[in-house]
């Protein structure tokens, strides 16, 4: 398994959300939900548009199996209101051609992203490069790792910051300025 970064850059993602809102509403919704909820891409997939209709998510997670409530950032509950207008609240929001009302599975997922980074040109960049990315912004605008911690249910801050790429900024920072 490769480690995937988040993406750091605010005009990167800018142009990411550009590319990928020409090529599909959906790959478009799906990249701006993980970046604005720090859900995992397991907890991503299955939502439907009755989940929209809420101010939060109240979801259980896949991985842990702890039922978990998060709040919907304006941004998002915006880009909601538009992409589900005209659709049922029983339909899967990231629908995947195949069958009648299944989700895009986890590779098609990282295919999507795959491509959008290579647009950009990134690298490490996988499906938790959303969750990273969420994690590593709201760090740098609150600067709140106990919030961030709880929010990624972590054990401890060290793994927080370790998980959304802050101890690789500070390494690489002290060796640019490193002189001997």
């Known amino acids: 398994m490769n480690f995937v970064q988040?993406?750091?850059?605010?005009?990167?993602?800018?142009e990411i959300k550009r590319y990928l809102n020409?090529?599909?509403?959906?790959?478009?919704?799906?990249?701006?939900?993980g970046i604005n909820s720090g859900l995992r891409i397991s907890d991503i997939l299955p939502l439907r548009v009755s989940d929209t209709k809420r101010a939060y998510f109240n979801i259980t997670e896949k991985k842990t199996?702890?039922?978990k409530r998060i709040e919907m950032t304006p941004g998002l509950r915006r880009e909601f209101k538009d992409y589900v207008e005209g659709k049922e609240?029983?339909?899967v929001?990231?629908?995947?051609?195949?069958?009648v009302n299944k989700p895009i599975g986890r590779?098609?997922?990282?295919?999507?992203?795959?491509?959008?980074a290579q647009h950009v040109g990134l690298d490490d960049i996988g499906t938790h490069t959303l969750r990273k990315t969420f994690g590593y912004h709201f760090y740098k605008q609150y600067k709140d790792v106990a919030l961030l911690q709880d929010i990624f249910n972590h054990s401890n801050p060290r793994i927080t910051l370790k998980y959304i790429g802050i101890d690789q900024d500070e390494k690489d920072?002290?060796?640019?300025?490193?002189?001997?």
């Open 6 to 14: 988040p993406i750091r850059d605010p005009e990167l993602i800018r």
């Open 65 to 67: 199996g702890k039922k």
């Open 107 to 116: 590779s098609m997922a990282y295919k999507i992203l795959r491509e959008a």
């Open 22 to 33: 020409d090529k599909s509403y959906r790959d478009y919704m799906l990249f701006v939900t």
């Open 93 to 99: 929001l990231f629908k995947s051609r195949e069958g």
């Open 173 to 180: 920072k002290a060796m640019k300025n490193f002189k001997i």
């Open 89 to 91: 609240d029983h339909e």
